[in-house]
């Protein structure tokens, strides 16, 4: 009896990129000198994204993501998260295919996908009278693609995120390229 086995691979991506999130803080959470006067302005960043992707199904994928400053301006802006995506196309993963005595590995060349997931944020910045900081909870949409070239994977994706926290509400943008390494 022959036995084999379908294993579709987890994927481990690091990107580079940038992250520019506007802020505005909420009437309610100001204090000191500058309390009628809400701050408002942006943090970019080049950044750098770490992105786990997981738990393949037929056409959805379950990833974790951190977002980290690799040179900021004046603040810095830190997140983390998970969420799902979701690939359109025939082949969403490489796939491999082992028996006793055979290997088959199949790789898509480009896959485009959606996203969608939840974060916890981090922003420091300036106002005209002190630094400050907010943790915040987000909702992240976004999407891209990737694409296989000889021997390596390029992965590139864009997105948006909403975020709330104690003291301010924030609209984020990303945009990132990196490469993608199989976890087989």
């Known amino acids: 009896m022959i036995q084999s086995n379908l294993k579709k691979s987890d994927e481990f991506s690091l990107l580079m990129g940038m992250a520019n999130v506007g802020f505005t803080e909420t009437q309610s959470a100001l204090?000191?000198?500058n309390q009628q006067t809400p701050a408002?302005?942006?943090v970019a960043a080049i950044s750098g994204m770490l992105h786990y992707r997981f738990r393949t199904e037929e056409k959805t994928a379950w990833y974790g993501q951190f977002t980290f400053p690799l040179m900021a301006s004046q603040g810095s802006y830190l997140s983390g998260g998970g969420g799902i995506e979701y690939y359109f196309g025939r082949a969403p993963a490489k796939i491999i295919l082992k028996d006793a005595t055979t290997s088959f590995t199949l790789t898509p060349v480009t896959r485009f996908f959606v996203m969608g997931g939840l974060n916890m944020a981090y922003i420091a910045y300036l106002t005209e009278t002190a630094k400050?900081?907010?943790?915040?909870?987000?909702?992240d949409l976004g999407g891209g693609m990737t694409r296989k070239f000889n021997s390596w994977t390029l992965r590139a994706q864009a997105g948006i995120a909403r975020?709330?926290?104690?003291?301010t509400t924030t609209m984020g943008m990303k945009a990132m390229i990196g490469g993608i390494f199989f976890l087989d």
Do not use: F, Q, R, Y
């Open 132 to 139: 400050k900081n907010d943790t915040l909870l987000e909702i």
């Open 163 to 167: 975020g709330v926290g104690v003291a």
């Open 31 to 33: 204090s000191g000198p």
């Open 40 to 42: 408002s302005g942006s």
